[in-house]
């Protein structure tokens, strides 16, 4: 797997998370999604899979695994990038 994690001039292109291939890039889906809209005619695309992992997940105590404001915060930039690319591409419904 390629994973491209920082821009040429060596910043990073997002927050990483847990595993070692994964940042949190929410720009990068509407990208992705235009890109296929005008590459292929805007064909349904179907989101089957989101998500990110944290290195706590499985040792915090239950109260603060509940109150995930970093996933809440992922959710919500992916989401909102996803709705702007609802304007150039034909989404179908997204799968969390």
Do not use: C
């Amino acid at each position: 797997m390629f994973v491209v994690a920082e821009w040429g001039g060596g910043e990073v292109i997002g927050q990483k998370a847990a595993s070692s291939w994964l940042y949190m890039v929410p720009w990068g889906i509407r990208k992705v999604l235009n890109h296929i809209a005008e590459r292929y005619g805007n064909p349904p695309v179907y989101i089957t899979e989101t998500g990110m992992d944290d290195e706590d997940e499985d040792t915090s105590p239950l109260h603060e695994m509940l109150d995930d404001k970093l996933r809440v915060s992922y959710f919500k930039a992916y989401l909102a990038s996803i709705h702007q690319a609802i304007l150039w591409v034909l989404l179908q419904p997204v799968f969390l």
